[in-house]
């Protein structure tokens, strides 16, 4: 399960560090919405079902990075 979730994170990684590489400001914030969003979804299920405090360690971060990208 862990190696499954290290896999999981680094794909979110170089999603999001790919997001950086994108000169095109629209397709970067799209890019970088989309890769924030599936963190997002997997910190609201991890809450559902393993613990609520997956949701402030995975969710919030990426709910934030959602917010700062919608406001500038």
Excluded at 4 to 25: K, P, R, T
Excluded at 29 to 48: D, Q, T
Aim: aromatic residues 14%; neutral net charge; hydrophobic residues 60%.
């Amino acid at each position: 399960m862990a190696a499954n979730q290290g896999l999981y994170n680094g794909f979110l990684a170089a999603g999001l560090i790919w997001s950086l590489c994108i000169q095109n400001d629209e397709w970067q914030k799209h890019v970088a919405s989309f890769f924030l969003i599936c963190v997002l979804v997997a910190g609201i299920y991890g809450a559902a079902t393993v613990q609520r405090s997956v949701f402030f360690i995975q969710g919030l971060p990426a709910l934030l990075g959602l917010l700062a990208i919608v406001l500038f």
